[in-house]
């Protein structure tokens, strides 16, 4: 059964550096995802991505963070000067209908 | 503030028994509703979704969905052990499709050999 697949597992890197998280979505889907979550908080939205376009980003996705699909087959999220609030499992979704949403494995970002 | 709500738990229930996790919310509009499963360290694992009222099965999982009420269970018949995990209620509003999920902070379930 095809799955989204993230890399890396876990990310280590210093405040203020640039982190970029990458993604591969399963392949007949058209519609892309980014959250995040805090040790023990919810799953929060980051970034919807559709046709080539942003379609909906949250409060958190601010202009630090910016989101590509350098190709047909990777979605990335980037942050350009990470903080230590920032550290946190980001995962990666993929849909088809752009209603169901099926999660990658994660990235474990931690920030020192 | 769209919320979504549901108790923490945990919730233990013995093996072969019904669990029942519930979650309300509270954007009246919201049209489209799934459940997760998260085991712990591990990523969330779409199992259901509903978007009308009335009851979906789906082998040992039912969701129900009662827009009046603003609320949406998921039933577990027959748990076993390995159903021991987060479960998370998860919204989508109106307005078409790539929306965002909002996401209850989980329903922690134990299932008791």
């Known amino acids: 059964e095809p799955e989204v697949t993230q890399t890396p597992s876990h990310q280590v890197t210093q405040m203020g550096q640039e982190v970029i998280l990458r993604c591969v979505p399963i392949?007949?889907?058209?519609?892309f995802y980014w959250y995040r979550q805090i040790l023990g908080q919810k799953v929060e939205f980051l970034v919807s991505?559709?046709?080539?376009?942003?379609?909906?980003k949250s409060e958190i996705f601010d202009d630090q963070f910016s989101v590509e699909r350098p190709d047909g087959s990777n979605f990335t999220l980037k942050i350009r000067s990470t903080k230590l609030e920032d550290s946190a499992m980001y995962f990666c979704?993929?849909?088809?209908?752009?209603?169901?949403?099926?999660f990658g494995p994660g990235t474990r970002l931690t920030v020192t | 503030q769209k919320e979504v709500e549901q108790n923490s738990g945990p919730l233990s229930v013995p093996e072969g028994a019904i669990a029942s996790l519930n979650c309300t919310y509270s954007?009246?509009?919201?049209?489209?509703f799934f459940w997760y499963r998260q085991y712990s360290g591990k990523s969330p694992e779409l199992i259901m979704s509903?978007?009308?009222?009335g009851d979906k099965e789906d082998g040992r999982f039912t969701a129900q969905l009662n827009k009046a009420s603003q609320y949406v269970s998921l039933l577990i018949r027959d748990s076993q052990p390995s159903d021991s995990a987060t479960y998370l209620c998860?919204?989508?509003?109106?307005?078409?499709?790539?929306?965002?999920?909002?996401f209850g902070s989980g329903t922690q379930l134990t299932v008791l050999p």
């Open positions: 998860a919204v989508n509003p109106p307005g078409g499709s790539a929306r965002q999920l909002t």
């Open positions: 991505f559709y046709n080539n376009e942003i379609s909906e």
């Open positions: 392949s007949n889907h058209l519609y």
């Open positions: 509903i978007y009308s009222n």
């Open positions: 979704a993929s849909g088809r209908t752009g209603y169901e949403q099926y």
């Open positions: 954007d009246r509009v919201s049209q489209s």
